[in-house]
C-alpha cells in the first residue's frame, strides 16, 4: 500500500502530515545508530526518523531528498541529516527539531532516492509508511486504494 496522496477531496495538510508521521514514529522506526547514542523517547519523537521521513514525503509530493552532515557542538560528526526540497522550492524538514543539544547541519545536497526496496532500513521504513497511511485515513475519512 503506498502512502495516501493528497486529493482535492481530502487534501493532506502540514498539520494533518505532521501529525500522521508524530503518530506514526516510535522506538521500532527509530534508526539504530540514533539509538546507539541516545534511546528513543517520547519526549522528542523525530529523533532518528529523518531518512525514512524525508523519503516518505518524497513518495507522496515528489521533489528533492535533501542530505546534510550532522555535528555536535563540539565538533563531532554524529551523521546526517535528510529532508524534502518540494517543486515548489519549499524546504520541508519535519524532523529538525530533533536536535536539541547545539548540532549544526552543513548545507545540504541534493540525491536521488534510491531506486526500488531501501538498501537500508527497509522495514522501519515499511513500519513508518503503514501506520502514517492508518494516521491519515482516520484523520481524513480516506479509504485506501490497494
Do not use: K
Amino acid at each position: 500500500m503506498n502512502p495516501l496522496p493528497p486529493t482535492s477531496a481530502n487534501p493532506l495538510t502540514l498539520t494533518c502530515l505532521s501529525a500522521a508521521l508524530r503518530a506514526a514514529w516510535s522506538a521500532d522506526t527509530c534508526s539504530p545508530d540514533d539509538v546507539a547514542r541516545t534511546p528513543w523517547t517520547a519526549e522528542n519523537p523525530a529523533q532518528g526518523h529523518c531518512d525514512i521521513t524525508a523519503i516518505l514525503v518524497h513518495d507522496i509530493f515528489g521533489g528533492e531528498l535533501l542530505v546534510g552532515e550532522v555535528w555536535s557542538a563540539d565538533g563531532e560528526q554524529q551523521g546526517f541529516h535528510w529532508w524534502n526540497r518540494l517543486a515548489s522550492g519549499v524546504e520541508l524538514d519535519l524532523t529538525r527539531e530533533q536536535f536539541r543539544l547545539g548540532q549544526r547541519i552543513t548545507a545540504p545536497r541534493s540525491v536521488a532516492r534510491p531506486p526500488g526496496r531501501l538498501p537500508r532500513r527497509h522495514a522501519e521504513y515499511e513500519v513508518l509508511r503503514q501506520r502514517f497511511t492508518e494516521a491519515v485515513m482516520a484523520a481524513t475519512g480516506s479509504v485506501a486504494a490497494g
